[in-house]
Nanobody
Framework: VQLQASGGGLVQAGGSLRLSCSISGISLDYYTIVWFRQAPGKERDVVSSISRNGVTTYYADSVRGRFTISRDNVKRTIYLQMNSLKPEDTAVYYC?????????WGKGTQVTVSS
């Protein structure tokens, strides 16, 4: 199982980025995918998740209304559209899947929001 996050970068406050998480090695149809983020000196926190069929989504309070998670199981990719970015969104963003009781993480992509 391999996950690869991409799409991070440097953006000004109020700007947008779209993160992608490409997943290989499993049938994506059966798994919830979760985006986490970790800022310097802080714990890794859940940002958003999406159920296997895309019907159920979750957002942390800090991003609800600004971020949108989606998935394309044919393309084997999960997306995180991030709008109205704030400096406090600065972090490394990771995608995650629990496959057969084991945690799999992507390498992470850095998002930096300047004020």
């Amino acid at each position: 199982v391999q996950l690869q996050a991409s799409g991070g970068g440097l953006v000004q406050a109020g700007g947008s980025l779209r993160l992608s998480c490409s997943i290989s090695g499993i049938s994506l149809d059966y798994y919830t995918i979760v985006w986490f983020r970790q800022a310097p000196g802080k714990e890794r926190d859940v940002v958003s998740s999406i159920s296997r069929n895309g019907v159920t989504t979750y957002y942390a309070d800090s991003v609800r209304g600004r971020f949108t998670i989606s998935r394309d199981n044919v393309k084997r990719t999960i997306y995180l559209q991030m709008n109205s970015l704030k400096p406090e969104d600065t972090a490394v963003y990771y995608c995650h899947v629990d496959f057969r009781g084991r945690d799999y993480w992507g390498k992470g992509t850095q998002v930096t929001v300047s004020s």
